[in-house]
C-alpha cells in the first residue's frame, strides 16, 4: 500500500489549488446520471464524492486532466475492514499518472470524502489495476516500489547480436548496443480486392499520405539514430529507395548482366545443403509463393582462419547507393560469427553475423555507394569460412544489391510501384516469411486485413517459439531477440484553434490469446511503461523545440492489431494528425522530423535502459564549425567545435569520427580522433578529397556534419575558399487567411534534409469548409498524385564537392568550410585569391510557432550580419567573390525597409537591386557579355524528378555603380547574373551554381568567372 505521507512533501501548492477550486466546485457541470437504488449510504456518499472529483478533473484539469467519458463502474466500501475500492471505466487510465499526480488525487478524494474516511485505504482503480501501478517504473520515485513483474526475465544466455560491424572504431555500451527492434512506418501502397486496383490505405492530403507520412520520419531519422545508437533495426517494410536491384545467386539471380557467384576452394570444400534456400524463380508471385523455398544453399566447415570462400559480384545497373542483404539457412550447427565482407567504392566494411538465427529471409549489412557495371575490387561481397567456432557449419544464399520494383502480382498485376512504398505484406512474402503464420490470414480476400495483421505477427515469427505468431505460439521462427516493438502512424482529425490534434500513444494489456502477460509471464504493463515514455519525450520535447502548447493526447490501451499481436514490449504511435494544418506544418518540416524522431529514440533508449538496469547516454548532435585550412604542401588542417543539446547533459561528445572520400568513391570507415580536429598529410595532386565528421560518445555516433571538399593543385597555384552557407532545410511554403489554407510547392517548395521520400503532388483544396466523403475526395487538403512515386532531392550538405571539381579545372586549389565558421572569424578570407559563398535557397525562414527556447526568429538568413561584415572587409582587401544562390537578393530585400543594412549591404557591397524573384521556371540561362562567352546556354535543375534540388524560385537582379548584367533567363530575358569590376571583382548568380544539371557547364561557368577575376586583376596589376 502506497500511503499519503509518502507523497505529501510535494503537494503543498497543488492542494492550496484545489482548496480554492473546492469553493467552486458545486458551479461545476453535472457529469453522468448513476442509479443509486441498490447502493447504501457509504456507497452513494462515496460514488457521489468520486463523482465531484471526476468532474473537477473534467473542468479544471487539477489535479489530473481527465476526457468527459469516465465513468464509474463500482465502488465498494468495506466498513469493517476500513477499505474503499473504486473502480472507473478504461478512459480514466488515458492519462500519464505519476506519483506527484496520484498523490493529489487521492488526496483530493480524502478532503471530499471527510474526516470518517481519512484513515480508510483507498484504491482509485481502472484497467483493473490501482492508479498509483499505472506510473511507469521509471518515472518512480526513490523510496516507491518497482512493478519488477514487467520487468525482463534474465535468461542465462542471449544470443549474440544478428549482425555486428567490424570495421566501425566505436561502440555504444550506454546506448543501445546489440539491441534488437522491429519497428515500421504506417501502412503501404497495396491491391484492393473490392475497387480492384492497387491505391493507397490512407487519402492523399496535404501533399503527402499516412502511407508514406510516417517514412519520412523512420528512413532518414528514425533507423539510423537507433543503429548509431548500436542497435540492430529490423523492418517489414523495404528500407532500400534505391529502384534497380540485383540479386546473385548460385540457384540463378535477377537478369542483371554479367553478376555471378564464385566459390574459392581451400582445406574445406563448399558443398550444397540439405533443405531449403532461396532462388529468383520466375516473378511476378503468385499467392503463397515463397522464393526462399524455391532453391538450396551452399555450406562449408568453419575453420578458425580463412581458407575458403564464396563471393557474389554484382554488375550494378546505375551508379548509386544501394542497401546490401544477405541470406542463409540457420542449422544446430551454425556459427554465430560469419564473417561477411563488402568492397564498396569507399573501401572494405566487414561484418560478423549471427547465422544461428535470422536464416531464411534477408539481412541488411548496409547501405554502400557502388559503381556501374562488374568492379570486383569495389563491388563484391565476400563470405569467408573462418569462425571462432572452428568445426560449426557456414552457409552461403543470395545476396541483394538495392530493393527494386513490386513484383508480387495481386489481380493479375504487379503494383508498378518501388518496393519501398508497398505495403508490408508484399515484401514479408518476398522475404521468406510463412504465409499462414505471418502475411494471409483472410483467404486471400483482403489485403488491407492482412497487412495489418502481418506487422505483429512478423515481429513473432523473428523472435519464435515460445513468442511465435499466434496462430502457433510454437513455431520455431528466426530466433532473434527482439527487444520492442514499433508502429508508426499518423491519425486523423480537425481542429479550427491555433493548437494541435497532437500526439497518442496506444498499447494493449490484453494479448492476442486474452491474457495479461507475455508468453513468458511478464506482465504487458510494460507495453504501458513503453507507450508513456515515448509519448512524454515527443511531447517535452516538441514542447521546448517547437511548440509550447503541442496536445498530448490520450495513453490509451486499445486493441489494435499492432498492439496486442506482438508478443514482446510494443506500442503504437499516433504522433499527429495527418488531416489537420497545423500538424502538418510540423509534419512536413525536417527540423520537426529530426526532433520526433529523436525523442522517439530517447524514449526507447530509455525504456530498454531501465528494463535492464542500465546508464543510459544520448548520442551527440552534429557537429559545428567545420572547416578545412592549409597546413602545409598537400597538407590540409580540419577542425570544428561539439554542439552541445541543451535538452540532453548525457549527448557530450568524447570523441569523433573522419571519414574520407577520394573523387567520386564513397566514404571510408573513418578515422577515430579525441579532439575537435585533425590534419592530413600527402594530398594526391590534383585529386578532390572530402571529409565529414561524426561525434562520438557512449551512447553512440551523432548524424554527419556537412561534408568540405579539398583540391591540391600545388604551391604555385592560387587557392579558392568555397564557403557552404546552405543548411536550410524546412517544410513548403504555407498559406492561411479567410478560411482559405495549405501549401505552395510553386511559391516555395521548401528544402527537404537530403531527400524527400513523401510528396505525392500539389494541393488542390484549400477550403477549409471542404468535408471529407471517401479516400478518393478527401476534402480540405486534397492533393494530386504526380509526384508519389519520385524521390525529392534536398540540402544534402554535399555541394562544395562541385565547387571545387570545377576550380580544378581552372587550375585552382581550393578549401572548404561551413558559413558559420567563417561568420565567427574562424578563417580569414584575405588568405584566398578568389572566395565562392554557396548559397542553395538559404532564406530566411520563420518558425510554424514560436517557443520558449527560440522564440520567434528566423532561421537561414542568407547574409548575417557577421558574415556581411567578412565579405564586406574581404571586397575593401581587393578580394574576387563569387556568389550563387536562389535568394541572393530576396533574402536582403523583401520586407525590408529601404534604410535597412540588408539594403544597404546589397546595395553598397554587392551592388545588387532586387527586380524579383520566381523570376524563371525553365532553368535555361544565356550568356549576354563577352565574359561569359560560353558556347551553349546553361541549364539548371527547375523542375521536380531531376538529380538535384529542384530550384523554383531563381531571382532576378540589376547592377549599380558599374556593375552589369551577364547572363539573362532565356525566356524571359530577365538578369539572371551580374559581374562588378571595380576596386574589387564580383560575380553573382540568381540561381545556384550547383544547380546547373551538367558538369561540363559547371566547369565552362566556372572558367568564365575565374577567367573574369584572374583577366581583370591582370589589368589592374599592368596599369601605371
Keep these: 500500500m502506497v500511503t499519503r505521507c509518502r507523497w505529501m512533501a510535494s503537494c503543498g501548492v497543488v492542494l492550496v489549488v484545489l482548496a480554492i477550486l473546492a469553493g467552486c466546485a458545486a458551479r461545476l457541470p453535472r457529469g453522468p446520471h448513476y442509479d443509486y437504488t441498490d447502493m447504501d449510504k457509504p456507497t452513494q456518499h462515496v460514488h457521489k464524492k468520486m463523482e465531484r472529483l471526476i468532474q473537477e478533473c473534467v473542468h479544471t484539469r487539477i489535479p489530473i486532466a481527465l476526457t468527459p467519458n469516465v465513468r464509474i463502474d463500482s465502488v465498494r466500501v468495506d466498513e469493517s475492514q476500513q477499505k474503499i475500492v473504486i473502480d472507473c471505466n478504461k478512459p480514466l487510465s488515458f492519462v500519464a499518472f505519476r506519483a506527484a499526480n496520484t498523490a493529489h488525487l487521492y488526496d483530493r478524494l480524502r478532503e471530499l470524502l471527510g474526516r470518517k474516511y481519512r484513515s480508510y485505504d483507498l484504491r482509485i482503480r481502472s484497467l483493473q489495476v490501482p492508479v498509483e501501478e499505472l506510473i511507469p517504473n521509471a518515472y518512480r520515485p526513490d523510496g516507491f516500489p518497482l512493478d519488477r513483474s514487467r520487468f525482463p526475465l534474465q535468461r542465462l544466455e542471449r544470443p549474440a547480436p544478428l549482425v555486428r560491424s567490424l570495421s566501425q ?117 503468385a499467392p503463397g509463393e515463397n522464393p526462399f523455398r524455391q532453391g538450396g544453399y551452399r555450406q562449408i566447415d568453419a575453420d578458425d582462419r580463412p581458407n575458403a570462400s564464396a563471393e557474389w559480384i554484382p554488375d550494378i545497373p546505375q551508379d548509386g547507393e544501394y542497401w546490401v542483404a544477405v541470406s542463409y539457412a540457420s ?36 547501405r554502400f555507394a557502388f559503381r556501374a557495371g562488374v568492379n570486383p575490387d569495389s563491388g563484391r561481397v565476400v563470405l569467408s569460412n573462418q569462425s571462432v567456432h572452428s568445426g560449426g557449419l557456414i552457409t552461403a544464399d543470395a545476396v541483394r544489391f538495392g530493393g527494386g520494383m513490386g513484383e508480387v ?98 498499447y494493449s494489456l ?46 490509451m490501451d486499445g486493441n489494435y492489431s499492432e498492439a496486442y499481436r506482438p508478443n514482446v514490449p510494443s506500442m503504437l504511435l499516433e504522433l499527429l494528425s495527418h488531416q489537420n494544418f497545423l500538424d502538418m506544418q510540423f509534419a512536413l518540416d525536417p527540423r520537426f522530423r529530426f526532433t520526433a524522431s529523436r525523442a522517439i529514440y530517447k524514449g526507447f533508449l530509455r525504456f530498454i535502459a531501465f528494463q535492464n538496469g542500465t546508464e543510459p547516454v544520448i548520442t551527440p548532435l552534429p557537429v559545428t564549425h567545420f572547416r578545412s585550412e592549409w597546413s602545409g604542401p598537400a597538407s590540409v588542417a580540419l577542425s570544428w567545435q561539439p554542439r552541445l543539446d541543451p535538452l540532453e547533459p548525457t549527448a557530450r561528445p568524447h570523441a569523433y569520427l573522419v571519414q574520407t572520400r577520394r573523387e567520386n568513391g564513397g566514404f571510408d570507415n573513418g578515422v577515430r580522433v579525441e579532439s575537435p580536429e585533425l590534419t592530413i598529410d600527402n594530398l594526391p595532386l590534383g585529386q578532390v578529397v572530402s571529409f565529414r565528421v561524426c561525434a562520438l560518445n557512449e551512447g553512440g555516433k551523432s548524424f554527419p556534419s556537412a561534408v568540405l571538399s579539398v583540391c591540391w593543385m600545388g604551391e604555385e597555384r592560387p587557392t579558392a575558399l568555397v564557403i557552404d552557407g546552405f543548411d536550410r532545410i524546412c517544410a513548403p511554403q504555407s498559406i492561411e487567411r479567410d478560411g482559405f489554407s495549405g501549401f505552395l510547392l510553386h511559391g516555395d517548395a521548401g528544402v527537404p534534409d537530403r531527400i524527400d521520400l513523401g510528396l505525392t503532388g500539389e494541393q488542390v483544396d484549400f477550403e477549409r469548409t471542404s468535408v471529407f466523403r471517401v479516400n478518393d475526395a478527401p476534402g480540405h487538403g486534397a492533393s494530386f498524385a504526380d509526384l508519389e512515386t519520385i524521390t525529392v532531392p534536398g540540402n544534402t550538405r554535399d555541394f562544395s564537392v562541385d565547387h571545387v571539381r570545377a576550380l580544378r579545372a581552372c587550375g585552382y586549389s581550393a578549401v572548404s568550410a561551413v558559413g558559420e565558421a567563417v561568420a565567427d572569424s574562424l578563417m580569414s578570407l584575405q588568405a584566398f585569391s578568389m572566395v565562392d559563398l554557396l548559397l542553395g535557397e538559404q532564406r530566411r525562414t520563420p518558425p510554424v510557432k514560436a517557443t520558449a527556447t527560440a522564440g520567434g526568429a528566423d532561421s537561414f538568413q542568407a547574409f548575417p550580419p557577421a558574415l556581411q561584415k567578412q565579405l564586406s572587409d574581404y571586397c575593401q582587401a581587393g578580394g574576387n567573390l563569387l556568389i550563387s544562390g536562389a535568394y541572393v537578393a530576396t533574402d536582403l530585400y523583401h520586407n525590408r525597409a529601404d534604410d535597412h543594412p540588408d539594403r544597404v549591404f546589397a546595395r553598397s557591397v554587392l551592388k545588387m537591386n532586387w527586380i524579383t524573384n520566381h523570376a524563371a521556371r525553365t532553368g535555361r540561362v544565356q550568356s549576354v557579355h563577352p565574359i561569359f562567352a560560353l558556347m551553349e546556354p546553361l541549364y539548371y535543375s527547375a523542375l521536380v524528378g531531376e538529380d538535384r534540388y529542384p530550384v523554383e524560385s531563381p531571382d532576378s537582379f540589376t547592377g549599380l555603380d558599374g556593375a552589369f548584367t551577364v547572363m539573362r533567363y532565356a525566356e524571359n530575358g530577365f538578369s539572371a547574373a551580374i559581374a562588378y569590376d571595380g576596386d574589387y571583382r564580383l560575380v553573382i548568380m540568381g540561381f545556384p551554381f550547383e544547380s546547373i544539371t551538367r558538369e561540363k557547364q559547371r566547369h565552362s561557368a566556372m572558367q568564365s568567372i575565374v577567367g573574369f577575376f584572374d583577366q581583370t586583376g591582370k589589368d589592374k596589376q599592368s596599369q601605371p
Excluded at 566459390?263 to 570444400?269: A, D, P, Q, R, Y
Excluded at 489481380?411 to 505471418?438: C, F, H, I, N, W
Design 169 to 285: 572504431p566505436w561502440r555504444a555500451e550506454k546506448g543501445l548496443q546489440d539491441r534488437h527492434l522491429a519497428l515500421w512506418h504506417s501502412h503501404g501502397w497495396y491491391y484492393s480486392q473490392g475497387e480492384k486496383r492497387w491505391e493507397w490505405q490512407r487519402p492523399r492530403l496535404f501533399l503527402t499520405v499516412e502511407d508514406v507520412l510516417p517514412m519520412g520520419f523512420v528512413l532518414p531519422y528514425l533507423a539510423p539514430m537507433l543503429e548509431d545508437a548500436g542497435a540492430v533495426v529490423l523492418l517489414p517494410r523495404e528500407r532500400d529507395i534505391q529502384r534497380n536491384r540485383v540479386i546473385v545467386d548460385r540457384d540463378g539471380g535477377s537478369n542483371a548482366g554479367q553478376s555471378f557467384y564464385l566459390e574459392t576452394l581451400g582445406e574445406k570444400e563448399w558443398q550444397t545443403g540439405d533443405g531449403w534456400g532461396f532462388a529468383m524463380g520466375e516473378p511476378p508471385y
Design 510 to 555: 490484453m494479448a492476442a490469446d486474452s491474457q495479461r502477460v507475455f508468453p513468458d509471464s511478464v506482465s504487458r504493463l510494460a507495453n504501458r511503461d513503453l507507450a508513456d515514455l515515448v509519448q512524454t519525450q515527443l511531447v517535452e520535447d516538441i514542447r521546448a523545440l517547437h511548440d509550447s502548447v503541442w496536445t498530448r493526447r490520450y495513453l
Design 331 to 366: 542449422l544446430p550447427s551454425s556459427v554465430s560469427d560469419a564473417h561477411y565482407a563488402v568492397d564498396h567504392l569507399g573501401g572494405r566494411t566487414e561484418f560478423v553475423v549471427n547465422q544461428q538465427i535470422g536464416g531464411g529471409t534477408w539481412i541488411y549489412l548496409g
Design 409 to 506: 502480382a495481386r489481380g493479375g498485376q504487379t503494383s508498378g510501384r518501388p518496393k519501398y512504398l508497398e505495403a508490408a505484406r508484399y515484401y514479408l512474402q518476398t522475404a521468406g516469411m510463412p504465409d499462414t503464420l505471418v502475411y494471409s490470414f483472410n483467404d486471400e480476400k483482403d489485403d488491407y486485413k492482412d497487412d495489418y495483421q502481418s506487422r505483429g505477427e512478423w515481429v513473432n515469427y523473428l523472435v519464435g517459439a515460445p513468442f511465435g505468431p499466434n496462430v502457433d505460439r510454437s513455431a520455431k521462427g528466426l530466433g532473434i531477440p527482439v527487444d520492442l516493438s514499433f508502429s508508426f502512424h499518423t491519425d486523423a482529425g480537425i481542429t479550427t484553434s491555433d493548437t494541435t490534434i497532437g500526439t497518442l500513444s496506444i
